[in-house]
């Protein structure tokens, strides 16, 4: 080395080095990204080489440091060391390669984003196969510290406003290569020797980017919020060529992150959302499954409602037994209005329920099933409904048939002679007393008298009903209360039917006895009570 001095002197230094050749190479020593516009992704791929396969060193030149012993023909390890808040990424960052054998280790992936206060470097280590075999990097690396740490709209206005500021730079980073002999360990932990290192130069330019967001105070963080398991939201982003050219514009998605690419830039839209299972519930709450559509006269129709929050209501195909006596002309003895909607999270809609039937029965029935976008069944419930021949009916006693109906025409109980007085339709009505030891307790029942709301103008609104010859019945051990009443037009009335058995009572003989009831509405009716009181053990 020579140097000169100012006074025309010259002085001769004598230098020493030492020539090292590692174990392994680098397939290039120095990266050049291309123009790359801020928060924008770029990559590249490098290749650690191991060609040492034979110590021979008069064939071909051997790794060894100076005239030192010659690297032994093992696997080696390298490790890559980033540079603290450089905005670079190598994947894998360690490994071990073979003799004779090449890894597409240090692939770079570079956001030219300058670094930001209070984001986090990954951590180095070992990376999956995927990323070893060199597949394309992950454009939201950078993006998902920024919103873990700066979400606010303050935050991403004012990344919008240097964003349109941006002049270009262009920055070199200088990063290690550390080599050692064997399979390496945990990160930052391979025991290397300093003279084997190789070293990596990285050119990074820096440029203004063509699109920026302006929606949502310029946040490229789209969040689609909690949606219901089969539903579809739509939602807009507005984005803004801030460049002085008309660029054209591509799009793909790829792991929740909406790539909008021009021929030198891409904008990193970061989508978010969650699935989840929409709760349904029925208001009034149902009666063990059941709603209840009460009594109406015949040939007329009644309506009520009930409040739900899914997405459709539907009749219930498939529960066959839920399915009672049906329209003789055709017609649904029930329809629910609106059948099908859409409800906003946290509100309701209420669905009108009509009941039309078109002859009298008590066992009009039907399968109600609500349906969440056409495929997940959330609640199933029956509806049911009574229509009746006369305002005044009664309910409650011995079913006498089974609760399957004919279609055929029921035959009239009264005689066509209108001298002849019709018969009392008898009703048979039964109680249990339990005998406890030396006692009996007393059976206890209640029939009720409805009187159905009708809509026309010219009849009765109320009825009445009277028990008649209660004292034939008293001796026996029975007792009505009350005995007679006003029915209100809509409303049911319960009357309590008790046996006592009186002193010295068989336990083994049933008790018999009979009363009638006479109902007064828009016609006078009577029912002939036949009571029948038995004893049952405990």
Same mark, same amino acid.
């Given at each position: 080395m020579l140097t000169v001095l100012f006074i025309c002197r010259e002085f001769k230094i004598q230098c020493k080095g030492i020539g090292v050749h590692p174990p392994l190479e680098l397939s290039k020593q120095v990266v050049h990204f291309s123009a790359t516009a801020l928060y924008d992704v770029s990559t590249t791929a490098i290749h650690v080489v191991n060609s040492h396969t034979s110590t021979n060193e008069f064939t071909h030149p051997v790794p060894r440091i100076g005239k030192g012993e010659i690297a032994p023909v093992t696997p080696t390890s390298f490790e890559f060391i980033v540079p603290e808040n450089a905005p670079l990424t190598l994947s894998p960052s360690v490994g071990t390669i073979e003799p004779g054998k090449q890894k597409a280790g240090g692939k770079g992936a570079k956001s030219s984003g300058k670094d930001k206060p209070g984001t986090k470097t990954p951590a180095k280590g070992k990376a999956s196969p995927a990323a070893a075999a060199g597949g394309g990097g992950n454009p939201a690396t950078i993006m998902t510290y920024i919103f873990l740490y700066f979400s606010s709209a303050a935050y991403t206005q004012a990344i919008g406003s240097l964003l349109r500021q941006c002049k270009g730079s262009f920055r070199t980073y200088i990063i290690p290569c550390y080599v050692a002999s064997?399979?390496?360990?945990?990160?930052?932990?391979?025991?290397?020797?300093?003279?084997? /290192? *190789?070293?990596?130069?990285?050119?990074?330019?820096?440029?203004?980017?063509?699109?920026?967001?302006?929606?949502?105070?310029?946040?490229?963080?789209?969040?689609?919020?909690?949606?219901?398991?089969?539903?579809? &939201?739509?939602?807009?982003?507005?984005?803004?060529?801030?460049?002085?050219?008309?660029?054209?514009?591509?799009?793909?998605?790829?792991?929740?992150?909406?790539?909008? =690419?021009?021929? /030198?830039?891409?904008?990193?839209?970061?989508?978010?959302?969650?699935?989840? @299972?929409?709760?349904?519930? $029925?208001?009034?709450?149902?009666?063990?499954?059941?709603?209840?559509?009460?009594?109406? *006269?015949?040939?007329?129709? *009644? %309506?009520?409602?009930?409040?739900?929050?899914?997405?459709?209501?539907?009749?219930?195909? =498939?529960?066959?037994?839920?399915?009672?006596?049906?329209?003789?002309?055709?017609?649904?003895?029930? !329809?629910?209005?609106?059948? !099908?909607?859409?409800?906003?999270?946290?509100?309701?809609?209420?669905?009108?329920?009509?009941?039309?039937?078109?002859?009298?029965?008590?066992?009009?029935?039907?399968? &109600?099933?609500?349906?969440?976008?056409?495929?997940?069944?959330?609640?199933?419930?029956?509806?049911?409904?009574?229509?009746?021949?006369?305002?005044?009916?009664? %309910?409650?006693?011995?079913?006498?048939?089974?609760?399957?109906? @004919? *279609?055929?025409?029921?035959?009239?109980?009264?005689?066509?002679?209108?001298? /002849? =007085?019709? $018969?009392? %339709?008898?009703?048979?009505?039964?109680?249990?007393?339990?005998?406890?030891?030396?006692?009996?307790?007393?059976?206890?029942?209640?029939?009720?008298?409805?009187?159905?709301?009708?809509?026309?103008?010219?009849?009765?609104?109320?009825?009445?009903?009277?028990?008649?010859?209660?004292?034939?019945?008293?001796?026996?051990?029975?007792?009505?209360?009350?005995?007679?009443?006003?029915?209100?037009?809509?409303?049911?009335?319960?009357? /309590?039917?008790?046996?006592?058995?009186p002193p010295g009572h068989d336990p083994n003989q049933p008790v018999d006895a009979s009363i009638l009831l006479t109902l007064r509405g828009d016609t006078v009716d009577q029912f002939k009570i036949m009571l029948r009181a038995i004893v049952v053990s405990d």
């Open positions: 064997g399979t390496c360990g945990n990160p930052g932990e391979l025991p290397y020797s300093v003279y084997n /290192t *190789l070293y990596l130069e990285v050119h990074c330019p820096i440029v203004k980017p063509e699109l920026v967001v302006i929606s949502d105070n310029g946040n490229t963080k789209l969040d689609f919020g909690d949606i219901s398991l089969g539903q579809n &939201i739509i939602k807009s982003i507005t984005i803004q060529n801030i460049s002085k050219k008309t660029v054209e514009v591509s799009y793909y998605i790829f792991q929740e992150v909406l790539a909008i =690419k021009t021929w /030198t830039s891409a904008l990193h839209i970061t989508l978010a959302g969650k699935g989840v @299972s929409p709760l349904v519930n $029925l208001s009034p709450t149902l009666d063990n499954g059941m709603f209840d559509m009460g009594a109406v *006269l015949a040939s007329e129709y *009644l %309506e009520r409602t009930f409040k739900q929050i899914p997405e459709f209501v539907a009749r219930d195909k =498939k529960s066959k037994s839920l399915v009672g006596t049906q329209n003789n002309n055709g017609q649904n003895v029930f !329809d629910l209005v609106p059948a !099908d909607g859409t409800i906003p999270p946290g509100g309701s809609t209420e669905i009108t329920v009509t009941f039309a039937p078109d002859h009298p029965s008590d066992h009009y029935s039907d399968g &109600i099933k609500i349906e969440l976008f056409g495929k997940e069944e959330s609640h199933s419930f029956q509806i049911k409904g009574t229509a009746k021949p006369r305002i005044m009916y009664i %309910e409650g006693f011995d079913e006498r048939s089974p609760n399957v109906e @004919s *279609l055929a025409e029921k035959p009239s109980l009264h005689t066509e002679d209108e001298d /002849t =007085k019709a $018969l009392p %339709e008898p009703i048979l009505f039964t109680l249990q007393s339990i005998a406890k030891e030396s006692e009996f307790i007393p059976a206890s029942r209640e029939l009720h008298v409805g009187c159905v709301r009708t809509m026309a103008v010219s009849q009765k609104k109320n009825g009445e009903f009277q028990f008649e010859n209660v004292q034939s019945i008293t001796q026996k051990g029975f007792n009505i209360e009350p005995q007679k009443g006003m029915v209100e037009a809509g409303a049911i009335k319960p009357v /309590t039917i008790t046996w006592s058995p």
